[in-house]
């Protein structure tokens, strides 16, 4: 069961979140939180993901001339399934800059009729926000290249601040 994703759900600072179906009666959207590098906790619409997988960095079968965020690919389900280092589109270390690093979290999702793999550090927990309450970016929050994948934040329950990722503008960069 593959699901493409489309913009459908707006946001108040202009920009708008991914969405596969929005509903009009309600204003509740369940993300899938995450982090990014030890400090940057994120979300990604969980309507839009398809799974989660651990991903071996060995597994990994790199393909040359890609943009430089795309690791390769690995063999998921019996189909090549592109692996992309998040933190390093976003302008972090990375994988491959981690050598430490031998496995990860892979989010899944059907992006123009192939599957890509977000390779993130650890998965979190689905949580519940009112998309009216979405805030937008200052300019100094982040730096430039950060703020391109970002379409908002959430301040969660312990007054921490939840990042949402821009999966249209991941697409755009790798495409």
Not at 7 to 28: C, I, V, Y
Not at 62 to 77: A, D, K, R
Not at 122 to 128: K, M, N, Q, S, W
Request: overall charge negative.
């Amino acid at each position: 069961m593959s699901k493409l994703i489309e913009r459908t759900s707006p946001f108040p600072n202009g920009k708008q979140m991914l969405a596969h179906q929005a509903t009009a009666d309600t204003e509740n959207q369940r993300f899938l939180g995450f982090t990014i590098g030890d400090n940057l906790n994120a979300l990604i619409p969980l309507i839009d993901l398809q799974a989660t997988i651990k991903i071996l960095l060995t597994e990994i079968l790199p393909v040359p001339q890609m943009h430089e965020s795309l690791l390769g690919i690995i063999n998921y389900g019996g189909k090549a399934t592109w692996v992309l280092d998040l933190a390093h589109l976003m302008g972090g270390n990375g994988y491959l800059k981690t050598p430490e690093m031998t496995t990860g979290m892979g989010m899944l999702f059907q992006i123009h009729n192939e599957t890509v793999a977000l390779l993130i550090d650890r998965v979190g927990t689905i949580e519940t926000y009112n998309v009216q309450q979405c805030l937008p970016l200052g300019e100094t929050m982040f730096t430039e290249r950060m703020r391109l994948f970002l379409s908002g934040y959430f301040i969660d329950d312990k007054q921490q601040s939840r990042v949402i990722i821009d999966l249209q503008q991941i697409i755009r960069a790798i495409a």
